[in-house]
């Protein structure tokens, strides 16, 4: 609706001659940034160009536009996103262009009209330059800042609060400071949220100072949010009020601020001496068979690192070079436990190290291991124990687990009742024998499979059964307690 309104007040101000073809406003109009030049040309057949800049409540930019080709007599228009004129200036006063600063009345979508004057009716004809300059914010209340911005206001007993607002993303980590400049003001800060809750506060910086100061801020979802500038009991004075963006900012830049990822995403980023490790988070249910990647970019001579870490970054799992080249690779990893979970992306070395470059960082989530084992099958993790009876209706039990190559695993099978003589065999996912065991020691019945290293990634089979041998009972009998576990080679 807002566009339409906008369309139909330009076609009524600049209403084409026949044959003429203006261009219509719409979203894919070329976006100015606030400081910076552009350059274009008008004529009888294009006798405006629109172009459109995102501005925030309190802004104050300058735009300078300048015929510096042909007769060119230049016209300048704005607009707000509701179709309400904001400012319209020619060269009346006598000079070859127009030079104009513009207050934001409200944070929102401006569009720009170059054009030339009489429009399609006009006759001269150029080149121009489109200059826009931000000059800062006003201190008013209810301003927009961005980062970086400082403003001056005054706290009294008839102004006893003053309120700004700004926009962050998730993982912005801000410093916001309030600075006493006059008078006997004790600076008092907060922030608040979108939903009006108060995310943090400061009255004194340090015991030797009354101003106030909010350190590391990190912003846990992007939005609006307003600052508040007020004062601790009845002081007054002016205050000097700014909002700057930490070196580390960004979500992924630090470890209280991880990348959201999930299963299927992939990222990309870039690791320098600057910021050689990046943070990424995701959730994940117990028996997960993830697989996570980070490949070099295009540029750069990365030796890539992965560390898969738990909620509290502990590490679970590392890989330095298991991908392809240089690339790293955590393949099919079994998450133990639901929870959340993180991924840091990292260099060789880490801060010691000194290759950079840009990466691509993927999680995927594999099919159930254990979707395709036999029927009657028990799934097992590392340490858990498992009770069973062997007899004549009954003379073997299969067990399946996960394991991946190098992993070194001890199975044990301990007889509680009966006169059963216990045998463990390992099989690998074709159910063909890997090891075996019958007696742990001379004259004992018990049977394990002690510290064997896995030869490769896969599902992997334990059969509990009884020894059927020539030399010894083959008809033994009785309950055993079966124990997975894995070891430190």
Partial sequence: MRL??????????????????????????????????ISGRLDDDNPRDV??????????????LTATDGDLDPVLGIFDDSGEMALFHDDSAGTTG??????????????????????????TSGVYDLRMTRKGVLSERGSTLRYGDSVIGTISNTNAEVYYTFQAEQGDILTISMVRSSGTLD???RVVDGDRFVIAENDDQHSETR???????????????IVMATRYDDSSGSFVLSVEEAENSGAGSTSLAPLPIGYGDTRTSTLNNGQYERFYAFNASAGDLIT??????????????????????????????????????IIDYLIPADGKYHIIATRYDGGAGDTSGEYRLSLDILDDPFVNIPDGT??????????????????????????RQGEVVSISMTRVDGDLDALLELLNSAQEVVTRNDDRAANDQNALIDHFALPATGTYYIRARRYAGTDGDPNTSGAYVLVLAERVN
Avoid: W
């Fill in 187 to 189: 600076p008092f800060l």
């Fill in 51 to 64: 172009y459109y800049v995102d501005g925030l409540r309190g802004e104050v930019i300058r735009f300078e």
């Fill in 292 to 329: 996570i990647d980070m490949e070099r970019g295009n540029s750069g001579d990365l030796d890539s690192t992965l560390i898969l870490a738990d909620s509290a970054f502990r590490p679970l799992a590392e890989d330095d070079d298991s991908g392809e080249g240089q690339n790293s690779r």
């Fill in 211 to 225: 101003n106030a100061r909010i350190d590391a801020l990190i912003i846990e979802r992007g939005g609006t949010y």
């Fill in 98 to 123: 127009v030079h104009h600063d513009l207050t934001m009345e409200h944070t929102g979508r401006y569009f720009v009209v170059v054009g030339r004057f009489g429009y399609s009716l006009g006759s």
């Fill in 4 to 37: 339409a309104c906008i369309c139909l007040i330009l076609h009524l101000l600049f209403a084409p001659a026949a044959g003429a073809q203006p261009r219509e406003i719409d979203a894919d109009d070329t976006r100015i940034e606030h400081d910076g030049l």
């Fill in 378 to 403: 028990v799934s097992l993790e590392f340490g858990t124990s498992v009770t069973g009876k062997i007899s004549e209706d009954n003379p073997q039990d299969l067990y399946a687990f996960y394991g």
